[in-house]
């Protein structure tokens, strides 16, 4: 859901510990690690974004990102930083409202208005802008076209950029919205290049949302199959917690936020 990050390809010793911890669920040692760079942009933002998305696999956790988002702003120097630091801040707003812990949806507008400003138009940063203005735009505006519109877009500065689990998300979302028109066989190509890729990566807390999305354009035996799998790395994984009611995983729950 979170649509983007450094990966393991990546050869620094850092990001490949941060990204082993990440694709687990371990977002706060992942984070821990990053404490040191808090002070430049680079590390505060991808610490904020760690812990934005432990927010939306765990529905929890809101109080910290708030916190590590509020030190990214404050280190942000550069137009390019200030936009990124936008975009991350209108995501956890975007999060917030989804999952109905606070109403932020004005907050989501105005924060991504502000990193488009910001952010260059052929930057690596406005694919992942695109894809988050698409999210707040099916999910909490009902607006599937201006969803769609931008999913492409992202999905184009994607590619471009070289950036493959952002191209597991835009294949996923895109997929979601054919799915929503009746397109079976464009739906089931898209969630499973969404699969392929995460599976690639090792990817592992998406994997589970990738095969219960499948699942939804796959006949039995192969339906039951792919939730069972599923339903089965929620268990592992204790996440995400949104999913385990739908497959009836039932993790245990996190600690109050």
């Known amino acids: 859901m979170s649509g983007s990050g450094t990966t393991a390809d990546d050869g620094d010793p850092l990001q490949t510990a941060v990204w082993r911890l990440r694709s687990r669920g371990c977002w706060t040692d992942a984070a821990a690690l990053l404490e040191p760079h808090a002070g430049a942009a680079a590390g505060a933002l991808q610490r904020t974004a760690l812990l934005t998305e432990r927010c939306v696999y765990t529905e929890s956790g809101w109080a910290e990102a708030d916190e590590a988002l509020r030190g990214a702003e404050a280190v942000a120097r550069s137009d390019e930083e200030r936009g990124a630091a936008a975009c991350e801040r209108g995501y956890l707003a975007y999060a917030s409202t989804l999952f109905g812990v606070r109403d932020r949806a004005d907050e989501a507008r105005s ?4 990193a488009a400003a910001l952010t260059a138009l052929a930057g690596r940063g406005r694919a992942l802008l695109d894809f988050r203005r698409g999210l707040l735009a099916e999910n909490v505006a009902d607006a599937p076209q201006a969803a769609r519109a931008a999913y492409r877009r992202a999905h184009e500065g994607a590619a471009a950029h070289g950036d493959t689990l952002l191209l597991s998300f835009t294949w996923r979302h895109l997929a979601g919205l054919a799915l929503r028109d ?9 969630f499973t290049e969404s699969l392929r890729i995460r599976e690639e990566l090792g990817y592992l807390i998406g994997t589970a949302p990738a095969l219960a999305a499948l699942a939804d354009t796959e006949e039995e035996p192969a339906s039951t199959r792919l939730r069972t799998e599923a339903a089965r790395l929620v268990r592992l994984l204790g996440v995400p917690t949104w999913l385990a009611a739908h497959l009836g995983a039932a993790p245990p729950r996190p600690a109050a936020m």
């Open 182 to 190: 009746g397109e079976l066989a464009e739906a089931r190509h898209g």
């Open 111 to 114: 924060a991504f208005g502000r």
